[in-house]
């Protein structure tokens, strides 16, 4: 059983910098990580995502801006997100798969079948 929880979100101007902790509880080795968004009436987004093996995939929109990375040794996966846009507002979530990622479908929660999902934690970017 993987939980997981979200932190860090809030409001900021366009082109700040917020840095998104997901705590994850719960081991699993070959894991898939990743944040998805989304914005009032809108689908919900894969942001990136992170193998167990380091290797990352990032959605256009973001790429050069959103970094994921984790910390092992605290169990925790980040979404550090530079020069925020006001399109960049939203509920991020992030979720787990005790499977391995499956590249660009990683991306997709209804391919990758994201097993675990935090609560959210709400981006605000005002223009």
């Known amino acids: 059983q993987v939980q997981l929880v979200e932190s860090g979100g809030g409001s900021v101007q366009a082109g700040g910098s917020l840095r998104l902790s997901c705590a994850v509880s719960?081991?699993?080795?070959?894991?898939?990580l990743a944040w998805f968004r989304q914005a009032p009436g809108k689908s919900r987004e894969g942001v990136a995502a992170?193998?167990?093996?380091?290797?990352?995939t990032y959605t256009n929109p973001v790429k050069g801006r959103f970094t994921i990375s984790q910390d092992s040794a605290k169990d925790t996966v980040y979404l550090q997100m530079n020069n925020l846009k006001p399109e960049d507002s939203a509920m991020y979530y992030c979720?787990?798969?005790?499977?391995?990622?499956?590249?660009?479908?990683?991306?997709?929660?209804?391919?990758?079948?994201?097993?675990?999902w935090g609560q959210g934690t709400q981006v605000t970017v005002s223009s």
């Open positions: 992170m193998s167990g093996d380091g290797g990352s």
């Open positions: 979720a787990a798969d005790e499977g391995a990622c499956w590249g660009s479908y990683s991306l997709d929660s209804g391919k990758q079948g994201y097993t675990y």
């Open positions: 719960g081991n699993s080795y070959r894991r898939c």
